[in-house]
């Protein structure tokens, strides 16, 4: 296992259109979070699932977002009628959950910038 | 609502200086801290880890420190190289909830 991984690592898109983004986590990891960030700032939350199931959702999830983790394994986030404030990188982490050593610290993967025109 | 600040936003320093780094935050209910380096255009990788019980941990030429009371974090690095130019971030885990909250960084650069 090589890691968190991402896809596409860019994408360039209309405005309007819509955008899928994927993420491979740790295979033993059960818990995923999404994260955006823009120039200059700190990542900010968007959502997090353990296993399947989506335990937190932040408010800049409009109703544009969406994100799926059908099978507890890789995880999906679309943004739909895609904006020019979208543009940003998303981070996708994953972590074991648990009070083991080495739990609760998130692996990011490198990301998937986009850029809305 | 939880806020973190780091301060300074960017540091400049020569190859060899011993450096602190400082992140504080406004609710001192935290579960963990945790201190992220970014590279440019890249992901994060996490650095160290501490837990709301601890008072510090250290890898290799990092330490960091946790004043849960004061809402305060620094990363020292010693013996500063080039190799550590990048953006150190600081993040904190409230008691219920599992998302990090992150600060927006300091940009450092070690001059050769």
């Known amino acids: 296992d090589t890691g968190v991984s991402q896809d596409p690592r860019h994408k360039i898109t209309k405005r309007g259109q819509n955008v899928t983004f994927r993420c491979d986590p740790i295979?033993?990891?059960?818990?995923l979070y999404w994260y955006r960030q823009t120039l200059g700032q700190g990542p900010e939350f968007l959502t997090y699932f353990q296993n399947e199931a989506q335990l937190e959702k932040s408010r800049l999830l409009s109703d544009r977002f969406s994100a799926e983790r059908p099978k507890g394994s890789f995880s999906t986030l679309e943004i739909q009628r895609t904006e020019q404030g979208d543009s940003a990188m998303y981070l996708c982490?994953?972590?074991?959950?648990?009070?083991?050593?080495?739990?609760?610290?998130?692996?990011f993967g490198a990301g998937s910038r986009l850029t809305v025109l | 609502k939880q806020e973190v600040t780091q301060i300074p936003a960017a540091l400049s320093v020569p190859e060899g200086e011993n450096l602190v780094l400082n992140c504080s935050f406004t609710?001192?209910?935290?579960?963990?801290l945790q201190w992220f380096r970014q590279d440019p255009g890249k992901g994060l990788t996490s650095l160290l880890l501490?837990?709301?019980?601890?008072r510090e941990q250290t890898s290799g030429r990092l330490n960091a420190s946790l004043d849960k009371s004061s809402g305060r974090s620094t990363l020292y690095i010693a013996a500063s190289q080039p190799g550590d130019s990048a953006t150190y971030l600081c993040?904190?885990?409230?008691?219920?909830?599992?998302?990090?909250?992150f600060g927006t960084g300091t940009l450092l650069a070690v001059q050769p």
């Open positions: 609710d001192s209910a935290i579960y963990n």
């Open positions: 982490a994953s972590s074991l959950g648990g009070t083991l050593t080495g739990a609760n610290v998130l692996t």
């Open positions: 501490i837990q709301s019980s601890q």
């Open positions: 993040a904190v885990r409230g008691g219920a909830t599992n998302k990090l909250i």
């Open positions: 295979s033993e990891h059960n818990r």
